[in-house]
Protein backbone atom coordinates (compact mmCIF):
# COMPACT_ATOMS: atom_id res chain seq x y z
CA UNK A 1 0.00 0.00 0.00
CA UNK A 2 1.12 3.04 -1.10
CA UNK A 3 0.74 6.33 0.68
CA UNK A 4 -0.70 9.63 -1.15
CA UNK A 5 2.78 10.94 -0.61
CA UNK A 6 4.92 7.88 -1.60
CA UNK A 7 5.74 4.53 -0.33
CA UNK A 8 5.36 4.20 3.38
CA UNK A 9 7.98 4.89 5.93
CA UNK A 10 10.16 2.23 7.08
CA UNK A 11 10.38 0.60 11.07
CA UNK A 12 13.31 -0.82 11.99
CA UNK A 13 12.35 -3.04 14.64
CA UNK A 14 15.02 -4.72 16.50
CA UNK A 15 14.29 -7.95 18.75
CA UNK A 16 16.50 -8.17 21.93
CA UNK A 17 16.16 -5.55 24.43
CA UNK A 18 12.64 -4.29 22.32
CA UNK A 19 10.36 -7.42 21.45
CA UNK A 20 12.64 -9.78 23.89
CA UNK A 21 12.90 -7.42 27.23
CA UNK A 22 15.07 -8.01 30.02
CA UNK A 23 12.51 -8.27 32.49
CA UNK A 24 9.03 -9.54 31.06
CA UNK A 25 5.76 -8.70 33.22
CA UNK A 26 2.82 -10.98 33.12
CA UNK A 27 1.60 -11.69 29.78
CA UNK A 28 4.92 -13.03 27.88
CA UNK A 29 6.07 -16.33 27.09
CA UNK A 30 9.28 -17.97 27.18
CA UNK A 31 10.52 -19.51 24.06
CA UNK A 32 14.01 -21.37 23.97
CA UNK A 33 14.98 -20.65 20.56
CA UNK A 34 18.65 -20.70 19.35
CA UNK A 35 19.74 -21.70 22.98
CA UNK A 36 18.36 -18.91 24.33
CA UNK A 37 15.46 -18.37 26.60
CA UNK A 38 13.33 -15.70 24.11
CA UNK A 39 10.25 -13.66 26.17
CA UNK A 40 7.46 -12.53 23.54
CA UNK A 41 3.92 -11.12 24.06
CA UNK A 42 1.16 -12.00 21.69
CA UNK A 43 0.64 -8.12 22.10
CA UNK A 44 3.48 -6.90 20.19
CA UNK A 45 2.40 -8.97 17.30
CA UNK A 46 -0.88 -7.52 17.50
CA UNK A 47 0.79 -3.91 17.68
CA UNK A 48 3.17 -4.59 15.08
CA UNK A 49 0.37 -5.62 12.54
CA UNK A 50 -1.43 -1.95 13.86
CA UNK A 51 2.04 -0.36 12.53
CA UNK A 52 1.65 -2.06 9.20
CA UNK A 53 -1.05 -0.06 8.17
CA UNK A 54 1.55 2.98 8.34
CA UNK A 55 4.93 1.97 7.83
CA UNK A 56 6.74 -1.36 5.91
CA UNK A 57 8.21 -2.98 8.78
CA UNK A 58 11.71 -4.04 8.41
CA UNK A 59 13.79 -6.07 10.96
CA UNK A 60 17.21 -4.23 12.24
CA UNK A 61 18.21 -6.93 14.34
CA UNK A 62 21.42 -8.92 15.13
CA UNK A 63 18.99 -11.71 14.65
CA UNK A 64 19.25 -11.27 11.27
CA UNK A 65 17.33 -13.65 8.84
CA UNK A 66 16.72 -15.67 12.27
CA UNK A 67 14.16 -13.06 12.90
CA UNK A 68 11.96 -14.54 10.13
CA UNK A 69 12.55 -17.93 10.81
CA UNK A 70 11.80 -18.49 14.96
CA UNK A 71 9.78 -14.88 15.17
CA UNK A 72 7.42 -13.77 12.99
CA UNK A 73 5.37 -17.63 13.37
CA UNK A 74 5.60 -16.59 16.95
CA UNK A 75 4.42 -13.06 16.73
CA UNK A 76 1.76 -13.73 13.68
CA UNK A 77 4.00 -11.58 11.09
CA UNK A 78 4.57 -12.20 7.45
CA UNK A 79 8.10 -12.35 6.56
CA UNK A 80 9.73 -9.32 6.60
CA UNK A 81 12.88 -7.59 4.97
CA UNK A 82 16.37 -7.64 6.83
CA UNK A 83 18.57 -5.49 7.26
CA UNK A 84 21.72 -7.00 7.09
CA UNK A 85 24.62 -6.59 9.94
CA UNK A 86 26.83 -9.15 9.00
CA UNK A 87 29.58 -8.28 7.39
CA UNK A 88 28.86 -4.93 6.76
CA UNK A 89 32.00 -3.00 5.37
CA UNK A 90 32.33 1.09 5.51
CA UNK A 91 30.94 2.55 2.48
CA UNK A 92 32.00 6.11 0.73
CA UNK A 93 29.53 8.12 2.71
CA UNK A 94 29.22 6.36 5.66
CA UNK A 95 28.35 9.04 8.09
CA UNK A 96 31.06 9.37 11.08
CA UNK A 97 30.32 8.55 14.32
CA UNK A 98 32.29 9.80 17.27
CA UNK A 99 34.74 7.16 18.74
CA UNK A 100 32.71 6.53 22.21
CA UNK A 101 29.57 5.44 19.88
CA UNK A 102 31.28 3.29 17.24
CA UNK A 103 30.42 0.17 19.47
CA UNK A 104 26.90 1.61 19.74
CA UNK A 105 25.90 2.97 16.57
CA UNK A 106 27.17 -0.07 14.84
CA UNK A 107 23.62 -0.31 12.67
CA UNK A 108 23.38 3.28 12.13
CA UNK A 109 25.21 3.18 8.68
CA UNK A 110 23.40 -0.07 7.40
CA UNK A 111 20.29 1.17 8.46
CA UNK A 112 20.81 4.54 6.18
CA UNK A 113 21.83 2.36 3.73
CA UNK A 114 19.36 -0.05 3.97
CA UNK A 115 16.63 3.30 3.41
CA UNK A 116 17.90 5.20 0.28
CA UNK A 117 16.59 8.37 1.24
CA UNK A 118 13.01 6.50 2.55
CA UNK A 119 11.80 8.44 5.94
CA UNK A 120 11.78 6.04 8.79
CA UNK A 121 11.59 4.99 12.30
CA UNK A 122 13.77 2.62 14.60
CA UNK A 123 13.07 1.09 17.86
CA UNK A 124 16.17 -0.52 19.25
CA UNK A 125 17.41 -0.39 22.87
CA UNK A 126 20.88 0.87 21.82
CA UNK A 127 20.58 4.14 19.61
CA UNK A 128 23.44 6.77 21.02
CA UNK A 129 21.99 10.17 22.35
CA UNK A 130 24.22 11.76 19.83
CA UNK A 131 22.13 10.14 17.32
CA UNK A 132 18.69 10.67 18.89
CA UNK A 133 20.07 14.46 19.04
CA UNK A 134 21.24 14.58 15.22
CA UNK A 135 18.08 13.10 14.24
CA UNK A 136 15.85 15.03 16.42
CA UNK A 137 14.70 17.86 14.23
CA UNK A 138 14.50 16.21 11.16
CA UNK A 139 11.02 14.73 10.01
CA UNK A 140 12.09 11.74 7.82
CA UNK A 141 13.37 10.12 11.13
CA UNK A 142 11.91 9.22 14.48
CA UNK A 143 14.42 7.48 16.34
CA UNK A 144 13.10 5.62 19.82
CA UNK A 145 15.03 4.29 22.52
CA UNK A 146 13.17 1.20 23.87
CA UNK A 147 13.92 0.52 27.75
CA UNK A 148 15.21 -3.06 27.39
CA UNK A 149 14.17 -3.63 30.90
CA UNK A 150 10.49 -2.67 29.54
CA UNK A 151 10.31 -3.60 25.91
CA UNK A 152 8.18 -2.16 23.81
CA UNK A 153 5.46 -0.22 25.29
CA UNK A 154 1.87 0.91 24.04
CA UNK A 155 2.49 4.70 24.22
CA UNK A 156 5.99 3.74 21.99
CA UNK A 157 3.50 2.27 19.45
CA UNK A 158 0.85 5.27 20.10
CA UNK A 159 3.91 8.06 19.16
CA UNK A 160 5.05 6.04 16.06
CA UNK A 161 1.41 6.11 14.75
CA UNK A 162 0.55 9.74 15.95
CA UNK A 163 3.60 11.29 14.50
CA UNK A 164 5.15 9.26 11.42
CA UNK A 165 8.58 9.93 9.84
CA UNK A 166 7.55 12.05 6.66
CA UNK A 167 9.86 12.98 2.98
CA UNK A 168 12.04 15.72 4.07
CA UNK A 169 11.00 19.29 2.50
CA UNK A 170 14.68 19.88 1.59
CA UNK A 171 14.67 16.65 -1.53
CA UNK A 172 16.91 17.78 -4.66
CA UNK A 173 19.93 20.04 -5.16
CA UNK A 174 19.46 23.59 -4.33
CA UNK A 175 18.25 24.97 -7.62
CA UNK A 176 15.40 22.85 -7.33
CA UNK A 177 14.40 23.86 -4.14
CA UNK A 178 15.24 27.25 -4.59
CA UNK A 179 14.21 28.34 -8.15
CA UNK A 180 15.20 31.92 -7.66
CA UNK A 181 18.94 30.95 -7.00
CA UNK A 182 19.36 29.51 -10.87
CA UNK A 183 21.58 31.53 -13.04
CA UNK A 184 18.99 31.12 -15.69
CA UNK A 185 16.15 32.72 -13.83
CA UNK A 186 16.09 36.44 -15.14
CA UNK A 187 13.74 38.68 -15.73
Same mark, same amino acid.
Given at each position: ??? /?????? &??????????? /???????????????????????????????????????????????????????????????????????????? %????? &???????????????????????? %? %? /?????????????? &? &??? %??????????????????????????? /???????????????
Amino acid at each position: MKH /PAGPKP &LLYVDVDGVLN /PDHPTPGFTTHRLLDLDVHLSPRHGDWLRELAGTYDLTWATTWEQHANTHLTPLLGLPHLPVVRFTGYRPQPGDPR %IPTLD &LIRAAKWAPLLHHAEGRPFAWIDD %I %I /PASLRRRSFLRRDR &L &LLR %IAPTEGLQRHHVDRLLAHPPRPSRLVG /PPSVRWPWLRRDSGP
